[in-house]
């Protein structure tokens, strides 16, 4: 049937698509450790075309299953119905789907790694500031106890 098998490709697409982003992330950690900004504003670009990417190819997949659906006469449009119907391209959309969930899967632990790698990468640079540029926790350059949140640009000194 033509309309599934256009549905496995789709799902195909899919799975390519997650297959490429997690090798992208895998890379993304050399790019927090070197803290190189324009390669992290890249491919946060490149992450942005993904989404848009595989947001479009599931909407299609998603039409193509209904098509497909309807064509084998089924109510309710699940892989086991369409297992039942048409086994051998149900089995094969059944694999790929499998692969797009460990893919996905995949992603969302490296996505969560990545930010924990960039958390840790921003508290080392607020350290790092922090060491180079120090705020009194005592007194000012004056001698009084500075307020909370007091910058000195809002301070007004009264001179007699």
Excluded: C, W
């Amino acid at each position: 049937m033509e309309i599934l098998e256009r549905a496995i490709g789709r799902a195909e697409q899919i799975r390519d698509a997650l297959a490429a982003e997690v090798a992208r992330s895998r890379e993304q950690r050399v790019l927090i450790r070197n803290m190189d900004a324009d390669g992290l504003v890249k491919r946060a670009a490149e992450r942005a075309q993904f989404n848009q990417l595989t947001a479009a190819l599931q909407q299609v997949l998603g039409e193509a299953l209904g098509e497909a659906g309807h064509a084998l006469g089924l109510r309710e449009i699940t892989l086991e119905a369409i297992s039942f119907r048409a086994p051998a391209q149900g089995a094969r959309l059944g694999a790929v789907l499998g692969e797009v969930r460990a893919l996905a899967s995949a992603l969302a632990e490296l996505d969560g790694l990545n930010r924990m790698l960039g958390q840790r990468a921003l508290s080392y640079v607020r350290a790092h500031l922090t060491v180079l540029s120090p705020k009194p926790a005592a007194y000012d350059r004056r001698g009084g106890a500075p307020a909370d949140g007091e910058t000195r640009a809002s301070r007004v000194v009264r001179v007699a």
